[in-house]
Structures are given as C-alpha cells and as structure tokens.
C-alpha cells in the first residue's frame, strides 16, 4: 500500500501522515513555542488576557477553516489549528493548568504584596511587561496561525494553477506545459549546484516564414509508418517520418505504434500523444491524415524497411520512384532512418517542430506529470534519475557487475530469447571498464554524494520496474533516503489508468524528467538522449551526463582502498565540470562510425538552436561518449 500524503510526499520523504492536509502545520508546533518565554511572574490575569485575545483571534479567522471552537487539542491539531495547544504550552511552562486552572492572586496595580517597599512598582513594572509581552505572544501566534492558514492557500493555489496550466493546450505557441522551476528552497541554496549551466547566448531558432517551409500544394501520395520499439525510440522515428514525408512531398498518415514488441503495450497514438494537435501543427509544413482515403484503402501498398542514418538524396533518388509507381508506401521499420547530420537546414527545423512543439502527450499524461511535479516542488529542487537499471536494459547490455550468478544466468538466457538482439555473447567486465554499462545505484549515490547533493534531496527514479528490487536499491536509499516514483508520489486511483501501458508509464517519467532542476541518466539510451535534447532546446537545463568509464575506475579504487574520499570527491567533480548540458557543437563522423555519433534528438545544435547576434562565445566540441 503506498503512503502518499495529500499534495506532499510519502512519508519516507520527512511527511507527517496522510491524513493532515497540510503536514508542515504539524511540524510547527513544536518549534513555535521555543521562540518566546513567559515569566513565572506573570499575573493569571496576563495569562488570561492572553487567552482571550488570541482566542478570539483565531475563533475569527477560524470559523470557516477549523469548525467548532470547542473541538478538543488533538483534533485542533489535525485541522491545523495551533492555538489552543499553544496556549496550553505557554501555561504548562509556568506549571499551571491550561483550563482555568491558574492560582488567584492580588493583582491590584500598585498594592505592596510581602516583600516590603517598592514592591507595587516593581509589580506594575512586571504587570506592562507581561501585558507588553502577551500582546507580543498573541501577535506571533496569530501571525503564524495566517502563515499556516496562507501557506496552504498558497500551496493549494499553486497546485491548482500548475495542473490548470499543463491542462490548457494552447496558452503558448509551442504548446509545452508550463511549470513553476523550482520550489520553495531557491537554486542559490547550495552555490552553483543547482544552477543551469550557462547557455552563453545560445537559444533555440525553429521559427521561419520561408516559402520553401510552407506546405506544398499538392501530394504525390501516402506514407504508411509503423515504428518500433519502446516510447522515446518511437518519439525520435516519429520526427524522422515526418520529416521524410516533407523531403517526398507525400501525405503521413498517423504513425502505427509498436503494440508486439518487448513492452507488449495496447496504446494507440492517440492514447499517448494530443492526435489532434500534431496534425494542426504540423499542417503548414506536412500534410497528415489519420487513415488512407476510401479510394485506397484496399490498394496494396509496397511494404519496405529504409536504409538506416540514410541523407535526404536517399529518399529522393530511391524512395520517390517507389512513390511515383504504388501511390502508398509502407515502411516497416522507421527508427534511425534519417541521418543526424548532412540533412538540409529546413528538414531539421522540421524535425525539432514535430518533437517539441507537435508531439504533445494527452490530457490525462500531461495532468498526472504535472501533479507529480507539483508534489516534487513542494520540497524543493529535485533530480530526476533515469536509472536505467531494469531486466531488458541488463540483459541487453550483458551488463551483470554486482549481480549473482543466478541473476547473471537469468540474463543471459532472456539475451538469447530475443531474436533481433544480435550480440549474444557479451564480456561484461570490458564493457563496464568501456564505460558502456548502465551504473548500479550504488554507483549512482556514490556520484550524487561527491558532487555535494545534500541527503536529503528529493531524487524521482524515472524507470521500469529495477532489477533486483528494493534490495538492490538499498544502498542508493541509504546514502538518499528521499528516492520517491510516480508510484509513490501518486495514489492507487491516480495510477490506475496508466497500469499495465508501460508508454504511458514512460511518458510520465519523461515529462518530469523535463522539468526536474537536475537531470541524471544512467545510461546512454533513448530516453536519456530525447530528454538531454529536450532541456538543451528549453535553455541547457542542467544535464549531468555521467562519465561511466572514469566513474568505475575511480569508485573500484576507492572500494579497493588505494584512494579516500576526499580524492573521489575532487575526482568526480573534474570529471563533470564540462558535462552539465551547457551548449555544445554536434560534430558528424565518417559514414563507417555513423552508429558512434551524437544523435540529433539528444542535441540539436546545429539545426536548432542558434546563437544570439549580440553573444560572443566560443563553443568548443568535446568528447562524448558513444550512444
């Protein structure tokens, strides 16, 4: 059973339990009365007048928010009402009773008590300073009743604002959802480790009133897609055939989604994406219907898988022809079908027109990231982790370091069972020493801590179901307790839409990978690449792209002793100084290491985004590892 609390995070993230609407109030009441101290000498008519004042106070303020004013401490507190329980303190810190409990005693300003001279001055001295000060006690208490009382409102407020947003589809020209950054603790908490590196000028550049962008006027036939493989792979092929669509001049119907593959997900295009809005979008540059019109939906169309990483001459020279002759062209294949670089100018805009801007999930994905994000906020900046350590990932990458030999068997067996896998026989040490294995979560706090993220920072695992369980999570939880997913983030009824569609899954993770303040992938797969790409074209979010090979070695030697802390921590930090998603030149290889490139989707300068005029800079390319 998850333990979600209302608008907050479980209560592993520090929450009270679910059943306060609004936790923080709880966490007051004991910090409240450590502010202020009443004098053993204060008179009960001080004490009192305390209680009346402050009473009254919240009665006022309280008659629509706490019910009956007689409700009893423990329910006050579960309304969020403080005063009475405050008032009780103040009272058990002088040693009398709460309810009309206090000892008489003369309070006549000005009558000599035991003592001998001078005792009524000093009495009346004591009698202001106590009235002085319960006006100052009631003030604070009242002012932190309003705080409680306008922080919820507030936190209500935004709450409702960002899911209202994200569900208006049509407040920007891009569509995109909108979202408050960053919570109630600021970037600069921490220094620089939360800070977006800087973009340096750089900024995206899709618009374009060219004539030679604008639709054609006339067709020369139809083009049927299916895509492959899981959501973001398809999201990239997606852009792909609609630019290809632009390059034949043909018609793209409404792209076929991989329901067989080893997702095994029912979803049609309009379940995951706003169908109707990418064809509105997309109708000054490409012509796209969703079914074939009646006079061909019984012609046989020619069915053919294009050549991968293909130039645009491809399609003009190979595909057109095909075109021309059987009017519907079926491509059974559509991922990495169009090259990264050498693609002319117009043709990448378009590319970046239909991943940022036509490609809108639905209703129901885009409110579901935007309460999940909303609930994130609340505590502040947060990571998102694509922790790409599930079954499929594993047995693909024939990745096992830290597994068992049982798990390791299980693997391998799983590896052969796929057909289109074509590397069988894997050495997983080389590859991890390659820096070409996902990191373990181990791996991944071990990271986190060298960089300076506090313990308690909120990390959002955005990822299938982790081989190995909560056991093989337990290291990751300890050094960050704070690992929250949608699953625990969201109740039962929230979630129940999406169970069982693991795209819709994935495209929730995607969205609040999108918007986290920190975006960490694990490993070089198609979600890490669409989503760095994403936040490079929103402004060079901060992206930690992780240096595996250099990771493993440093934390092997430390495991093994040779190195302390202290020497990883510097290490670490060197090793990600220019890895935080601030712009960078995507550079083509030769055709024979096209498959080691960069891709487009993962950055899209150049193509789409462009230096402002007024910048000087001077971006340099560097390393990156292999996709």
């Known amino acids: 059973m998850r333990t979600t609390q209302a608008g907050g995070l479980p209560a592993a993230m520090g929450g009270e339990n679910q059943s306060s609407a609004h936790p923080g109030r709880l966490r007051r009441a004991t910090s409240i009365s450590g502010r202020f101290s009443i004098s053993p000498d204060s ?49 058990a810190a002088l040693g009398k009773e709460a309810k009309g409990g206090l000892p008489k005693r003369d309070s006549s300003p000005g009558v000599p008590e035991k003592g001998g001279k001078g005792e009524g001055k000093k009495g009346s001295h004591k009698a202001v300073c106590s009235s002085l000060l319960a006006i100052v006690v009631c003030l604070i208490l009242v002012l932190e009743l309003a705080g409680g009382w306008f922080g919820a409102i507030r936190s209500t407020v935004q709450t409702t604002v960002l899911v209202s947003i994200s569900t208006d589809h049509y407040l920007t020209p891009a569509g995109a959802m909108q979202f408050t950054r960053y919570g109630p603790k600021t970037k600069k908490q921490d220094g620089t480790l939360w800070m977006d590196p800087p973009s340096e000028g750089y900024k995206q550049c899709i618009d374009s009133d060219s004539v030679e962008e604008s639709t054609p006027t006339a067709s020369e036939g139809y083009l049927r897609v299916s895509t492959n493989g899981g959501l973001n792979q398809m999201r990239a092929a997606i852009c792909d055939m609609v630019a290809v669509a632009r390059i034949l001049n043909v018609t793209l119907v409404i792209p076929e989604l991989d329901k067989t593959s080893y997702w095994n997900d029912p979803s049609d295009f309009g379940d995951i994406f706003d169908e109707e809005h990418f064809v509105r979008t997309l109708s000054d540059h490409v012509r796209v219907v969703r079914e074939l019109p009646d006079g061909l939906k019984n012609v046989t169309a020619f069915r053919k898988a294009p050549v991968s990483w293909s130039q645009a001459t491809y399609y003009l020279e190979e595909i057109a022809p095909l075109v021309a002759e059987h009017k519907v062209v079926h491509f059974t294949l559509s991922d990495s079908r169009l090259g990264n670089n050498g693609i002319p ?22 409110e579901m990231a935007a309460k999940i994000v909303a609930r994130l906020r609340e505590n502040g900046p947060y990571i998102a ?42 050495d997983s040490d080389a590859r991890r020493a390659a820096g070409v294995c996902p990191l373990t979560p181990r791996e991944v706090g071990q990271m986190l801590r060298a960089l300076g993220f506090p313990r308690e920072t909120p990390v959002y695992v955005a990822a299938g179901e982790i081989y190995g369980g909560e056991e093989r999570m337990a290291n990751l939880k300890e050094m960050f307790p704070n690992v929250v997913t949608k699953e625990t983030l969201a109740s039962e009824d929230e979630m129940e839409p999406f169970e069982g569609h693991s795209n819709r899954m994935a ?75 601030a712009p960078l030149l995507r550079r083509g290889l030769p055709p024979e290491e096209v498959k080691k490139e960069v891709t487009f989707y993962a950055n899209p300068y150049p193509g789409c985004i462009c230096q402002d005029d007024g910048a000087k800079i001077g971006v340099k390319s560097r390393k990156v590892q292999s996709h």
């Open 43 to 91: 008179s009960s008519a001080d004490l009192q007048t305390l209680g009346r004042g402050c009473s009254s106070a919240s009665a006022s303020g309280r008659s629509s928010l706490s019910g009956d004013p007689q409700t009893e401490p423990s329910e006050w507190l579960a309304k969020g009402d403080l005063t009475k329980p405050l008032l009780n303190e103040v009272s």
């Open 507 to 581: 495209a929730i993770d995607y969205l609040v990978s999108v918007e986290s303040d920190v975006f960490l992938p694990t490993y070089d797969g198609n979600m890490a690449r669409v989503v760095e790409g994403h936040r490079r074209f929103e402004g060079h979010r901060k992206t930690i792209v992780p240096d595996r090979a250099g990771l493993v070695k440093l934390f092997d030697r430390y495991t093994n002793g040779t190195v302390d802390w202290r020497h990883v921590e510097t290490e670490v930090r060197r090793l990600h100084r220019d890895r935080e998603g």
């Open 345 to 366: 100018d117009d043709i990448q805009r378009l590319r970046c027109r239909a991943n940022f801007r036509a490609l809108r999930f639905s209703r129901p994905i885009e």
């Open 385 to 426: 982790l694509h922790l790409r350590y599930e079954k499929d990932m594993l047995a693909f990458s024939g990745c096992n370091f830290g597994l068992t030999p049982l798990e390791a068997a299980e693997l391998r067996e799983a590896r052969y069972n796929v057909s289109h896998w074509k590397e069988k026989e894997i």
